[in-house]
């Protein structure tokens, strides 16, 4: 079945260093790669997607890169800051009349100030 | 502006009893789904709805029932709530597109005692 694997659980890095969450799906039909953020207490939203025929998406100090043969999906946030701490998901769509979103298990990102 | 709203944000319940928990779009969204949300587990997808009178099981409906009547509402019923549901449930929506973004209500959090 449709299954999104995601690394690490947890990640604690120092003010200013990058950070990369890794996902990896099963569904080779996916096409649609969301990225969501969310603060302790708070709902998802969405912070950066990218679709299939894109390999790379870049806004600010964010980033996503995608490998379609590999089935891989890669989040980048670059010159982190203590804001950036937060609990991030990554998913993965058809579209193909199956919109429904299957999420990785989360990523906790601690900013060290 | 349009929204997306959970009611109620907290309940406290007992093992047995039946719970219905609302979500309410403003957007007109087709699509609507529900999941919840577990440490360790990320978001895993209970229901879905594509439309009025669609419904479909998602990886976790296992005790879980949803109903949609009209476009605005799509109604999460716990049929006999058991302490392995106490979780934090979100309802989301999104509109028709292969890459539209998915909106998140705020969340109801569920205690089953």
């Known amino acids: 079945g449709e299954n999104v694997e995601q690394h690490p659980s947890t990640l604690s890095v120092q003010e200013g260093d990058s950070a990369v969450i890794k996902c990896t799906y099963s569904d080779s039909a996916s096409n649609y790669f969301p990225w969501y953020k969310q603060e302790l207490g708070k709902r998802p939203q969405l912070i950066i997607d990218?679709?299939?025929?894109?390999g790379e998406k870049k806004d600010q100090r964010i980033a996503v890169t995608l490998n379609k043969t590999a089935k891989h999906f890669s989040l980048h946030i670059t010159e982190t800051q203590p804001e950036d701490s937060a609990v991030y998901f990554c998913?993965?769509?058809?579209?193909?009349?199956?919109?429904?979103?299957?999420f990785g298990s989360g990523t906790r990102l601690l900013v060290r100030p | 502006d349009a929204e997306i709203t959970q009611s109620p944000r907290h309940k406290i319940t007992e093992t047995g009893r039946q719970v219905t928990l609302a979500c309410h779009q403003t957007w007109n969204h087709n699509n609507m789904f529900w999941y919840r949300q577990d440490l360790g587990h990320g978001l895993r997808l209970i229901h879905y709805s594509y439309g009025v009178q669609d419904t479909n099981k998602g990886e976790v409906s296992d005790g879980y029932s949803v109903s949609r009547s009209n476009t605005e509402d799509l109604p999460l019923t716990l049929e006999s709530a058991a302490s392995s549901q106490t979780s934090v449930y979100f309802c989301a929506s999104r509109a028709q597109g292969a890459n539209t973004e998915a909106f998140f209500g705020q969340g109801t959090r569920l205690t089953v005692v």
């Open positions: 998913a993965a769509s058809r579209g193909d009349s199956s919109y429904k979103l299957i």
């Open positions: 990218i679709r299939s025929n894109v």
